[in-house]
C-alpha cells in the first residue's frame, strides 16, 4: 500500500501519521489494543452497533475496532475502516487476511476530502481517531453526509491532561530532563482536542448534528506487566513522545527511570494499572 500523500487541510497530519509516528504506532499496534479496547467497547455498546449495520469506522489505525465490528454487524452488515496512516493501515490488512473476516473493507483516505456515498452509513464509530482535524467541523460534515437520515454517530475521546495521569506522569518526568515547550493553543489538533466539551458540542452542532450527549467516564486504563517497561512504553505515545523526540538516549533513559518509579505503586498482580478520563460522545444526523 503507496503511503498516502500529504495534501489538503490536513496535510500536516497525513505527513506525521506516514512517518515515524506511524511506523511506531504500527510496531505498538498489540499493545496499543489491549490497552484502549475496553474503551473501545464501551463506546461500541454506546453507538448501538448492531446486525445489519452499515458502520464507517474513522481513524481505524490497525484495525481491531474494525474487525470487531464486522463481528457486530453479521449477518448482511458491512464496515469500512478509514485512516490516513498507511503504516497502521498496512498491519489492519494484515490482520484481516489472517483472519478472515468478512464484510469488511479499509480506506487510506482522509475523512475531510473524501467522497463517500451519500447516505451509506448507519452508524459512525471513533476509538481515539477524530481529535487530530485541522479542521473538525469540515471534517464531520464531510462524515455526516454519509450518514443515514437518523444515523447514529458515536466516539471516544480523552479529557483533560490533569484528569489523566497516564499522560500527564509521562511528561512531568520528562519536564524534568528537558526544557518546557512553547505553550500550544488548546484547540490545536492532538490526543487532547476535544478534552473541552463545549467544543465538541459547538463543532458536532456546527457539522449539522443533533442530539448530541456527552458521557464522562472515569476507569483504569491497563499498561504493561510492570513499572519500567510502562514506563519504556509511555514516553513513546501522547505528549511525552513529541517532546523527547530529539532528547538524547541519555536523557530518556533517566526519564524512563524516574517514570518507572514513580508508576511502582500502581503495580498490581495483573499488570500496572493507572486511571483515565474519557468522553464518550454520542449524535445524531438529522
Given at each position: 500500500?503507496?503511503?498516502?500523500?500529504?495534501?489538503?487541510?490536513?496535510?500536516?497530519?497525513?505527513?506525521?501519521?506516514?512517518?515515524?509516528?506511524?511506523?511506531?504506532?504500527?510496531?505498538?499496534?498489540?499493545?496499543?489494543?489491549?490497552?484502549?479496547?475496553?474503551?473501545?467497547?464501551?463506546?461500541?455498546?454506546?453507538?448501538?452497533?448492531?446486525?445489519?449495520?452499515?458502520?464507517?469506522?474513522?481513524?481505524?489505525?490497525?484495525?481491531?475496532?474494525s474487525i470487531e465490528m464486522a463481528r457486530r454487524v453479521a449477518p448482511g452488515g458491512s464496515v469500512v475502516g478509514v485512516d490516513i496512516s498507511t503504516p497502521m493501515l498496512t498491519v489492519g490488512l494484515e490482520r484481516l487476511r489472517e483472519r478472515h473476516v468478512e464484510g469488511l473493507t479499509f480506506e487510506n483516505c482522509d475523512v475531510s476530502t473524501y467522497s463517500f456515498e451519500v447516505e451509506q452509513f448507519d452508524r459512525v464509530f471513533s476509538r481515539f481517531g477524530v481529535m487530530f482535524f485541522v479542521d473538525p467541523?469540515?471534517?464531520?460534515?464531510?462524515?455526516?453526509?454519509?450518514?443515514?437520515?437518523?444515523?447514529?454517530?458515536?466516539?471516544?475521546?480523552?479529557?483533560s491532561l490533569e484528569e489523566n495521569a497516564w499522560f500527564k506522569m509521562p511528561v512531568d518526568a520528562a519536564l524534568g530532563h528537558i526544557p518546557p515547550p512553547a505553550p500550544s493553543g488548546p484547540e490545536e489538533p492532538g490526543p487532547m482536542a476535544f478534552a473541552d466539551a463545549g467544543r465538541v458540542r459547538?463543532?458536532?452542532?456546527?457539522?449539522?448534528?443533533?442530539?448530541?450527549?456527552?458521557?464522562?467516564?472515569?476507569?483504569?486504563?491497563?499498561?504493561?506487566?510492570?513499572?519500567?517497561?510502562?514506563?519504556?512504553?509511555?514516553?513513546?505515545?501522547?505528549?511525552?513522545?513529541?517532546?523527547?523526540?530529539?532528547?538524547?538516549?541519555?536523557?530518556?533513559?533517566?526519564?524512563?527511570?524516574?517514570?518507572?518509579?514513580d508508576l511502582k505503586p500502581h503495580e498490581t498482580a495483573d499488570g500496572v494499572k493507572i486511571g483515565c478520563s474519557v468522553w464518550i460522545v454520542l449524535a445524531s444526523a438529522p
Open positions: 500500500m503507496d503511503r498516502l500523500e500529504p495534501i489538503g487541510t490536513n496535510a500536516p497530519q497525513i505527513e506525521y501519521w506516514n512517518g515515524p509516528a506511524g511506523d511506531k504506532w504500527a510496531r505498538l499496534a498489540d499493545s496499543q489494543d489491549s490497552m484502549l479496547d475496553a474503551l473501545g467497547r464501551v463506546a461500541m455498546d454506546a453507538c448501538d452497533i448492531a446486525s445489519g449495520h452499515a458502520v464507517l469506522d474513522v481513524g481505524c489505525g490497525s484495525g481491531s475496532t467541523v469540515v471534517a464531520f460534515a464531510n462524515i455526516r453526509k454519509s450518514m443515514k437520515s437518523g444515523a447514529r454517530l458515536g466516539f471516544v475521546c480523552w479529557k459547538r463543532i458536532l452542532f456546527g457539522a449539522g448534528f443533533e442530539g448530541v450527549s456527552l458521557k464522562a467516564l472515569e476507569t483504569m486504563l491497563p499498561l504493561e506487566a510492570d513499572a519500567q517497561l510502562s514506563a519504556e512504553k509511555l514516553i513513546q505515545i501522547g505528549p511525552a513522545s513529541r517532546l523527547l523526540a530529539d532528547a538524547s538516549d541519555e536523557i530518556k533513559k533517566k526519564v524512563i527511570a524516574d517514570l518507572a518509579e
